[in-house]
């Protein structure tokens, strides 16, 4: 019989959580199932039905040896590692100037949390505008500040386009995040900053002994989640580039689209995005070990 | 030196900041601001090197074009809302007890269930796209905007738990225990107390939840068809098609976003506080 | 018939023991204190009371009948927590009244009892207004007035004091003490400060590790705590205590710290070793014969001025009324009275006597 308290509190802790981690496990435990199982087949779609043969590692086996595969594993991590880095250490600075008193204006807010706001299908149509060679602003501001001559196509040439999608992506990720860490910034207690001054500490000091180590947390935290951000684009280069040119900017997400739903792949395409998975995940592994702050005592 | 001037910062380093300040706004601003311009602007005003902006180029034409030509926009304002609305009831009424579970109730090994829906957000879209592709096709739901307002529920449920997890560990214990012994069942005192004080994270995973499934492109690339179409989805389409008319297609793009950008920046306090809220406790 | 009983209940998280072998009965009406440092199960028992808690092993009874699988409502118990725990997002008058909510009784019922219990608390004219608007004691009688529209058969109280700053505390622990005087409800009370369960119960069980040490009236606990554990933390300042042995000689007993002999209130087995103490008001400082001690600190807090000595047997303290002129350092002789000489056997801490 559940009556007592505890013993009732034990029941609606299973049944509050239960309708979610039901739904959760059809929506997205399965198809992560799947999606390790199609890996392992070749599916084709013929004529509106699917056909399946087991056809063990082989998808895998070609795909180490495509190098279009490893062309687009060499522009994600390129991607990844740079937004990640840009973003963080601009939504630090970004934070850092709107911690000072000069910052403080309600307005910063509802201008950062509008690129957070955007579709990114939008943020790449307006800035396919902006890049646009012929009309666009970009290239007019620069003429008329003298700095190029001839109109850019920043979009076609291979190096080019992928840099122009990182600050697109850059531009609308910096915002939030900055957010973010003005909110751990504002956290670390002000009487370490009064015991860090009565210690003599200059603005530089305080930064890097008593900021830092406080918002480890929340570094770790951003990094973590930019790289996850990070390795799901895809509305920018379906819109801004689609690919091009050249596979330039052909990222892993965006190949395993393509090959599934263009080149209608299936198996193939489920094995690059099982490499996308474990690398996802790696990654975020990797940064909790390194950066997570320790409790005292060395545990976690 | 004195507190204060450590904190301010002498007239060098106030320079600096506003400065930085600054460059920051224009920075983050510009690319907005030139939206609203172009969308207001006509035609052979943008074509011309530079754009011309005297005034007597400024129309409303573009927003008239848009609307009167495209009933797609229209059907795909109203999908996304649909799926956006759909999806975010179905994910705070699934999510908010569920979090309020995780917290605050006696689940076997609650912070590993809680880590794990969150640990789902580093599946890339396209490893669980190709099997949903699958079974939903052969169930007959492609084009259909409740299939995918319940795939949606894959970033908006986690989203949810999330946000109010982290807010419900923060509740004073004390509240449940007098509800308790007031005679309040477990649920009566999720209704009762709990939510009625937890307004501002439910305002904001439900902005958040909303916004993410507005802006939501990928799915809804794949799982829709011509009836089903999203608002991202018709953007994308105008940015082929109206390659050449820029003020028109930047007015697409801003009737299609200012909503969402509307309610962002009402809610803009609460979507901050509570998303910061749960990743200090998570 | 008591009102309640614990049977040898018991409270176990894993390997944790909260609670061991607690067992007590509290007759009707009586004011009961459970006492002790933090971490000693005092809460833990409370909860089990109330019903918040299962207890692992042992019986509860209220009124003779077994009530373990009852919920808290069914206990008809009522509870003042600590820090309030007063529904933010309710007015005074919703959050006194909704445990009748709760119950299901009519608006305009909920409403005249809610109106009475605000009177007797002088709450009348707050009962629009919300938590956040009420003082620190306002929001106490809030909570208390949340427990007394119940019209309960058992009041519990979690610390209720512990946050509220000196003044305000003497005033509610006096307000407590009235209101169970002039109601008569039996009333459990937890509490770490062992003035406030002095000054107010009508018995104290001193709690320690999980296990009540001595259950008692205020002074059974003060003049013959059972163990060493209880004269060390009832009584302010702490009482000291030093090590020694018995020693018989022509057919009397003493005990000697070191060289120092001293005489004991009963006889007791020569080569036994104990530890010996006295309250700190039973400690005289004298110029005539007595036994030597060098001054260390001189605290006078108005009524009183303690003295803290060190001596052969290690530390003790005085208690002297008034104000007094000594200096740090300064050579004093202090006499016992030894009929007040508490003491308690080395190995088990049990007093003997």
């Given at each position: ?70 062309k687009a594993?060499?522009n994600?991590?390129y991607f990844?590692?740079m937004e ?36 990114p299908v939008a943020n790449a149509v307006l800035w396919k505008w902006i890049l646009n060679a012929n009309y666009g602003v970009l290239n007019a501001i620069l003429k008329?500040?003298?700095?190029i001559?001839y109109n850019q196509v920043w979009l076609g040439t291979p190096f080019s386009a992928l840099n122009f999608l990182l600050i697109v992506d850059v531009w609308k ?60 684009v895809f509305d920018l280069v379906f819109v801004l580039t689609h690919g091009g040119p050249a596979d330039a900017t052909v990222i892993?997400?965006f190949?395993?689209?393509r ?42 | ?30 690319p907005?601001?030139w ?201 994308a389409?105008?940015a082929g098609?109206y390659q050449t008319?820029f003020?028109?297609m930047m ?32 | ?353």
């Open positions: 019989m559940i009556k007592t308290y505890e013993q009732r509190r034990r029941r609606a802790g299973l049944l509050f959580v239960a309708p979610g981690l039901i739904l959760l496990v059809a929506i997205l435990g399965f198809p992560i199932v799947d999606s390790l199982l199609l890996s392992l087949q070749r599916v084709q779609l013929t004529g509106g039905s699917v056909s399946q043969n087991w056809v063990g590692p082989e998808n895998f086996q070609r795909l180490f040896a495509d190098p279009v595969f490893w594993a060499v994600t991590a990844s590692v990640v880095i840009l973003v963080t250490l601009a939504s630090l600075g970004v934070a850092l100037l709107l911690n000072h008193p000069m910052g403080r204006s309600g307005l910063f807010r509802v201008l950062l949390i509008v690129p957070w706001a955007i579709a008329s500040l003298g700095v001559e990720s910096v915002p939030f995040v900055a957010l973010l860490m003005l909110a751990g910034l504002q956290r670390v207690p002000q009487s370490l900053y009064r015991a860090a001054y009565m210690d003599g500490a200059g603005p530089l000091q305080n930064f890097l002994y008593v900021t830092l180590p406080n918002m480890r947390g929340i570094l770790a935290i951003a990094i973590i989640l930019q790289t996850i951000w990070s390795l799901r892993l997400n190949l395993a689209y090959v599934t739903f263009n080149f209608l792949d299936l198996g193939y395409g489920s094995a690059i995005a099982n490499i996308i998975f474990v690398l996802t995940f790696l990654l975020a592994t990797i940064y909790v070990w390194l950066l997570w702050p320790r409790q005292p005592g060395g545990t976690r | 030196m004195s507190y204060a001037r450590l904190q301010h910062g002498g007239p060098l380093r106030r320079a600096f900041v506003f400065l930085g300040l600054t460059l920051f706004v224009v920075w983050s601003a510009g907005i601001l939206l609203l311009l172009t969308s207001v602007l006509q035609q052979k005003a943008l074509i011309q090197q530079p754009p011309d902006l005297s005034l007597e180029n400024f129309t409303l034409a573009n927003f008239t074009a848009v609307i009167a030509s495209a009933a797609s926009l229209g059907r795909g304002i109203v999908n996304s809302l649909v799926v956006a609305s759909f999806s975010t009831t179905v994910a705070l009424a699934v999510g908010a007890p569920a979090a309020y579970a995780l917290a605050r109730l006696p689940v076997p090994r609650a912070n590993g269930i809680a880590f794990l829906i969150l640990a789902t957000q580093m599946l890339p879209g396209i490893a669980i796209a190709i099997p949903l592709f699958i079974v939903i096709s052969k169930l007959g739901l492609i084009d259909n905007v409740f299939s995918l307002g319940v795939v949606y529920l894959s970033f908006n449920l986690p989203i949810v738990v999330w946000i109010l997890r982290g807010f419900f560990l923060g509740i004073p214990w004390g509240i449940e225990k007098a509800a308790a012994v007031d005679g309040a069942g477990i649920f009566a005192t999720f209704w009762h107390v709990i939510l009625p004080i937890s307004w501002s994270p439910l305002v904001a995973s439900a902005v958040f939840a909303f916004v993410e499934a507005w802006n939501e492109f990928f799915f809804a690339l794949i799982l829709t068809r011509q009836q089903a179409q999203t608002v991202p989805l018709v953007i389409q105008f098609q008319v003020g028109q007015a697409a793009a801003v009737i299609s976003v200012a909503p969402v950008i509307l309610l962002a920046i009402l809610f803009r306090n609460q979507i901050i506080r509570g998303f910061a809220d749960g990743m200090m406790k998570g | 018939m008591n009102a309640i009983e614990l049977k040898s209940i018991s409270k176990t998280f894993g390997d944790y023991t909260a609670c061991r072998d607690v067992s007590l009965a509290i007759p009707v009406g009586e004011f009961v204190t459970l006492l002790g440092a933090s971490g000693c199960g005092k809460t833990t028992t409370l909860n089990m009371i109330a019903g918040l808690e299962d207890a692992t092993t042992g019986d509860i009874l209220m009124n003779g009948a077994r009530v373990n699988d009852l919920s808290p409502v069914q206990r008809d118990v009522a509870m003042v927590f600590q820090n309030y725990a007063l529904y933010p997002h309710m007015s005074v008058a919703r959050n006194i009244g909704f445990t009748l909510k709760m119950r299901g009784m009519g608006k305009d019922e909920i409403r005249s009892r809610v109106e009475k219990v605000a009177a007797s608390l002088e709450l009348s004219t707050m009962l629009d207004r919300l938590p956040a608007q009420l003082s620190g004691g306002q929001q106490q009688r809030v909570a208390i007035g949340r427990a007394l529209v119940r019209e309960p058969r058992t009041f519990l109280f979690d610390e209720p004091f512990s946050n509220l700053d000196a003044s305000l505390r003497m005033k509610m622990r006096a307000e407590v003490k009235e209101l169970h005087q002039r109601l008569g409800v039996t009333s459990i009370f937890v509490t770490h400060d062992q003035e406030e369960a002095m000054s107010i119960s009508d018995r104290i069980a001193v709690m320690h590790q999980g296990r009540i040490e001595q259950v008692g009236t205020p002074e059974q606990i003060y003049n013959r705590p059972a163990t060493r554990y209880v004269a060390t933390f009832i009584g302010n300042p702490r009482i000291e205590l030093s090590s020694a042995v018995v020693v018989s000689e022509q057919g009397k007993t003493y005990c000697t710290v070191g060289s120092t002999r001293l005489a004991l209130p009963s006889p007791l087995e020569s080569g036994r070793k104990i530890e010996v103490g006295l309250r700190p008001e039973h400690v005289r400082l004298t110029d005539e014969a007595g036994i030597g001690a060098v001054v260390r600190l001189v605290q006078p807090v108005g009524p009183t001025t303690h003295v803290t000595l060190e001596w052969e047997g290690g530390t003790l303290v005085s208690s002297i009324p008034g104000f007094v002129r000594l200096a740090r350092g300064a050579s004093t002789r202090f006499k016992i009275d030894p009929e007040r000489l508490l003491v308690f056997d080395q190995a088990t801490g049990k007093l003997l006597q």
